[in-house]
């Protein structure tokens, strides 16, 4: 980039969106539909998990299953 000054600005911004997202990433909790468990998915398995409107392919950490959890609105594991 020929302006450095676009890239002050661009930098620390990204980085506090990425901090954002990561934080509200760890407040969603998921419910397995095969055992009931609820739980909430690590970030990086979050990013890299197939989804289906806001449900998201998880493996259950309670069975062990790949499945599709949809979000639980109830938040309190």
């Known amino acids: 980039m020929d ?5 002050i600005i661009i930098i620390p911004v990204s980085l ?3 901090l954002v997202f990561v934080g509200d990433i760890s ?3 998921y419910a397995c539909p095969k055992c009931g468990t609820r739980f909430r998915a690590k970030w990086y ?3 890299l998990s197939g989804h289906y409107g806001e449900d998201k392919v998880l493996k259950c950490p309670k ?5 599709r ?3 639980s609105y109830d938040q309190k594991l």
């Open 69 to 71: 959890c949809a979000v």
């Open 3 to 7: 302006n450095p000054l676009l890239l």
């Open 16 to 18: 506090i969106l990425g």
């Open 45 to 47: 398995k979050y990013l």
């Open 27 to 29: 407040k969603t909790v």
């Open 63 to 67: 069975c062990g299953k790949k499945c």
